[in-house]
């Protein structure tokens, strides 16, 4: 039987019930009574500071107004006008720093209505009957190629197919959905509900997913722009952030999100090998993910390592607090100079730093951690695609996601702005529209 | 301590709290335990005439209003009067009586409207050593369709006639019960007074319909998809209660009637508050009903601790001091003008105050960048809805200009001096101030 204790990287270090329990529900659905009860905190602000708040901006005293009227339905179907993965949002979106961060019971009390998990409670009870709440308007005869099925992509696809217009939707990986089926915490979107809420929503009609497919291999951007009418790309970050450290490529080292991907595709956990000792480098949302659930699959130590201050984390403190509840220890102010170990990793050894000005400095000063397995988490990049203009490295666009090519639009990760799901769905939802009203002139 | 005995009619009770004529009150068993709880007195459930007992519905009877969280605001009632036996009544409260000599017990009685059939059950009741009867002049359903309850109660001459034959066949105090099913209620005051009863009390239930069920199409309570109005009480009919305890109050032909105040007493303040009204005790219904016996508890406390925390040493230290406050419209002083103050560092900015006052009331409040809310003087008119709305207590107040001061609305001088409407040259009948 192998434990937490057991050397170097094994599988099985918890038990079947136990890593069960372990990647369920982050926060459990609220049931009807405690979800009126929520609702009911919400003040009906005159010009909402949540609403303004949500990258997507729904209504939300609205809808929560209707689930305390009873209509969680209405509630739902109130989110998905805005946002079509409201679903995934609800799971995933960093609220603390959204839409609960500016609810006024935050000021009066520190204490948020619960926007997200009364959000939740609404969308799921529309998708419990896996209805689709929209209907399709008249075909309009025009063609537009989607490039990704992440939330971008998706949000795009769907609200262009809602205004009449046919989408092929192409995605490099086997499966749609993005970061949401091979990124999002385990925790954040349990029992499969990355794929359900895709089979959900291309219940619209009129949208022809292509799996297998990669834009710069299998298609190109000059074919997709003569066959169709317009493109929008939405591919999100395919590539990681290199890490120049010795020892680099020893086994045991691994990028964060592959990790991640890994463990969200396991269909048994148990199968899973994870080190006793891993440290996680990185300070960001990917970086608290990998780190968290390391811990919950058994490992005994796992530490993150952060090269900067703690305040300067991209993870909220909310996460940060999250992956201390878990166990995670969050070492900061340290940069990893050499990986050891021979053959597979045994340490790391990480320098202290200390912030001038902005600028980072060494001290010299040096420590070495037991690891067997070190994760990369420090940012994913853009493969740019062969055309259109990039800004700091991604696809630049207007406002409404126009790019510098003619006829093709871009949105979510792949673009400028926050990486988050919430966004990709706005940036794609705003680029259907505009697309919708550049080929209807 | 504050000395919470009541001396109400010459029937004295350890605590102003009486259990009101209803299902907490029907029988023995629950009798004993509202005393041992602590209930300073109990009107027992209405007695109907002698002979076979009134039938009750046998599906729900009643029906709820809910707050947040469910919490009962209201309920209305389709029960009627005792559907038990009279003589098991009287035989239970006379052995309550007996054992239990220093709480109050009233007999609540509700016959036909003639004279033999009150003749007739005014001895019997006498008998159990009861300290009182009060006259059932208020269940708005069921009852009233056979000429009794609020059918009498809505008829002052009826009540004038009832309550005089009481007086004549029973020498305890008569207390009678009036219904605010009525546009006035001072009519059924008066007449109950002029056939001599010792005390009033109020409000019964009011009649309502509390929701109507959106598949059958059926008003609740649901009796085989049929509804009829019940009677409503609990928490809600607070303000139409002590209204109509204030009326009789201050009626010159009225003033200085015991008054026994009932409707949607819940707490130790809301008991303060109907005996600072006038009345000489409180009774409760709902509150019993929705959080048991022990409810009283809390009033008993809150009360002695309230009145300890203002030093009035017994119940007639406060009674009535708000009688002489409850006036009529025209003597409002109208040169009291007050402006609404938004405390910045209270402000959770909500904006509920600027959508009330923006949409709905004078446009007096200015919305600055940053949400940041002010009331504009020249446009309020202190009509309080921002401060109603509000959510955060004290966070609006009102601010009196002091006399002198120009109000920035109309752009006249506030005048030190009281002037209301009786006085005020917009008004054809005015009568010059003296
Ligand atoms: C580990 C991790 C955890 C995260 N947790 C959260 C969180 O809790 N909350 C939150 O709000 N955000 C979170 N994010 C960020 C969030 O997942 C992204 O912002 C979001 O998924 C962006 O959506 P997208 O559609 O732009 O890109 P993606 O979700 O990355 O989707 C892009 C899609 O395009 C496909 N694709 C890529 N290249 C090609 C190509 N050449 N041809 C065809 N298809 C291609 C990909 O296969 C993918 O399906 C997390 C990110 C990571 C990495
Ligand atoms: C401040 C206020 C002033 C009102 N003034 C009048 C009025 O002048 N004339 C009238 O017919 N009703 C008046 N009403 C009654 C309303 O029209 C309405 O009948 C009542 O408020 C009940 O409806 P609601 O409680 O559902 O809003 C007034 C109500 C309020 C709250
Ligand atoms: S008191 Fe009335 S008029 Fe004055 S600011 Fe408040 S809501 Fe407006």
């Known amino acids: 039987m192998t434990s937490p204790l057991t050397p170097g990287l094994a599988a099985g270090r918890l038990d079947t019930e136990t890593l069960a329990r372990n990647f369920d529900d982050?926060?459990?659905?609220?049931?009807?009574?405690?979800?009126?009860?929520?609702?009911?905190?919400?003040?009906?602000?005159?010009?909402?500071?949540?609403?303004?708040?949500?990258?997507?901006?729904?209504?939300?005293?609205?809808?929560?107004?209707?689930?305390?009227?009873?209509?969680p339905e209405a509630a739902g179907r109130t989110i998905f006008e805005q946002n079509i993965l409201g679903g995934i949002c609800a799971r995933v979106c960093p609220t603390e720093t959204l839409c609960e961060e500016a609810c006024v019971r935050m000021t009066a009390e520190e204490k948020p209505v619960e926007i997200g998990r009364l959000q939740r409670y609404a969308t799921d009870s529309v998708m419990a009957r896996q209805d689709h709440p929209f209907a399709r308007a008249a075909e309009t005869g025009k063609r537009i190629a989607v490039v990704g099925a992440g939330p971008a992509g998706l949000s795009c696809a769907h609200r262009l197919a809602m205004k009449g217009h046919s989408v092929d939707l192409f995605d490099a990986k086997p499966k749609p959905g993005g970061l949401n089926e091979y990124g999002i915490a385990t925790y954040k979107a349990t029992n499969g509900f990355a794929g359900r809420e895709v089979d959900w929503l291309m219940q619209i009609g009129g949208i022809t997913l292509h799996t297998g497919k990669a834009l710069g291999t299998d298609l190109s951007l000059d074919t997709l722009t003569a066959e169709y009418d317009a493109v929008f790309l939405g591919m999100g970050l395919g590539a990681v952030n290199a890490l120049t450290c010795d020892g680099n490529d020893r086994e045991g080292v691994a990028d964060a999100v592959d990790f991640i991907a890994e463990l969200r595709q396991a269909s048994d956990l148990t199968t899973l090998p994870i080190g006793r000792n891993v440290v996680v480098i990185g300070g960001g949302m990917t970086a608290v993910d990998a780190a968290v659930q390391a811990k919950l699959l058994g490992a005994q130590n796992v530490t993150l390592a952060y090269r900067r201050s703690r305040a300067r984390m991209g993870a909220s403190e909310y996460e940060q607090d999250l992956a201390a509840s878990k166990g995670v220890t969050i070492l900061t102010n340290v940069v990893p100079v050499a990986i050891h170990g021979n053959g597979a990793v045994r340490e790391i050894e990480l320098e202290y730093t200390v912030e001038d000005g902005g600028t980072l400095q060494g001290t010299g000063e040096t420590v070495r951690l037991p690891a067997d397995q070190i994760f990369r988490a420090i940012g994913q990049t853009l493969v740019a695609p062969q055309g259109p203009e990039l800004e700091r490295g991604k696809i630049k666009v207007t406002e409404t996601g126009r790019t510098s090519m003619e006829g093709v639009w871009a949105g979510g990760d792949c673009t400028p702005g926050e990486d988050l799901t919430v966004v990709a769905v706005a940036e794609g939802r705003d680029a259907a529209e505009d697309i919708h009203a550049a080929l209807m002139r | 301590m504050a000395d919470l005995t009541t001396n109400f009619l010459g029937i004295s009770s350890p605590n102003p709290f009486w259990l009101a004529s209803a299902p907490p009150t029907d029988k023995e068993?629950?009798?004993?335990?509202?005393?041992?709880?602590?209930?300073?007195?109990?009107?027992?459930?209405?007695?109907?005439?002698?002979?076979?007992?009134?039938v009750n519905v046998n599906g729900p009877r009643y029906g709820v209003i809910y707050g947040a969280d469910r919490r009962v605001l209201g309920i209305n009632n389709i029960e009627l009067i005792t559907d038990r036996p009279l003589e098991t009544n009287l035989e239970e409260m006379a052995r309550v009586k007996a054992d239990y000599p220093d709480r109050a017990l009233i007999a609540s009685i509700m016959v036909p409207c003639d004279e033999a059939s009150w003749k007739?059950?005014?001895?019997?009741?006498?008998?159990?050593?009861?300290?009182?009867?009060?006259?059932?002049?208020?269940?708005?359903?069921?009852?009233?369709?056979?000429?009794?309850?609020?059918?009498?109660g809505q008829v002052p001459e009826y009540i004038e006639m009832v309550t005089r034959w009481c007086k004549q066949y029973y020498d305890k105090p008569v207390i009678v019960k009036l219904t605010p099913n009525i546009t006035d209620i001072r009519y059924p005051a008066r007449a109950a007074k002029n056939g001599g009863a010792d005390a009033v009390s109020l409000i019964n239930t009011i009649s309502s319909i509390t929701s109507v069920n959106l598949d059958d199409f059926s008003p609740e309570p649901s009796i085989d998809g049929k509804g009829s109005h019940g009677g409503y009480c609990g928490p809600a009919v607070k303000p139409i209660a002590m209204n109509m305890v204030a009326e009789i109050a201050r009626d010159p032909e009225t003033h200085g009637l015991p008054i026994s105040g009932i409707g949607g007493v819940t707490t130790w303040r809301d008991a303060a508050e109907f005996i600072s009204l006038g009345c000489g005790n409180v009774q409760v219904c709902t509150a019993a009903m929705t959080y048991g016996f022990k409810i009283v508890e809390e009033m008993k406390r809150g009360l002695s601790e309230w009145m300890d925390q203002k030093g009035y040493a017994s119940i007639d230290d406060f009674k009535g001091r708000a009688v002489p406050n409850v006036t009529d419209w025209q003597y409002l002083n109208l040169n009291y003008i007050t402006k609404a103050r938004i405390d910045q560092e209270a402000c959770i900015k909500c904006g509920r105050c600027y959508a009330a006052c923006e949409d709905t009331s004078h446009q007096a409040i200015w919305m600055h960048e940053g949400r940041v809310f002010e009331v504009n003087d020249a446009e309020c008119v202190a009509c309080n809805l921002c401060i109603d709305v509000c959510p955060v207590e004290n966070c609006i107040t009102m601010e009196r200009l002091a006399p002198g001061t120009i109000d920035p609305r109309t752009g006249r001088e506030v005048p030190a001096e009281y002037g209301n409407w009786t006085q005020h040259p917009n008004n054809p009948m005015a009568k010059a101030a003296e």
């Open chain 1, 26 to 71: 982050l926060h459990a659905p609220y049931d009807a009574h405690e979800a009126r009860v929520a609702a009911d905190r919400c003040y009906f602000c005159h010009d909402a500071p949540c609403t303004i708040a949500c990258p997507t901006e729904i209504d939300i005293p609205l809808f929560i107004r209707q689930i305390a009227t009873g209509q």
């Open chain 2, 120 to 152: 007739a059950i005014l001895p019997r009741v006498a008998e159990t050593g009861c300290d009182g009867i009060e006259l059932n002049f208020g269940c708005p359903h069921g009852m009233s369709e056979r000429g009794m309850g609020a059918a009498v």
């Open chain 2, 29 to 54: 068993y629950n009798v004993r335990r509202a005393f041992d709880a602590g209930w300073g007195g109990v009107v027992w459930k209405t007695l109907g005439a002698e002979g076979p007992p009134v």
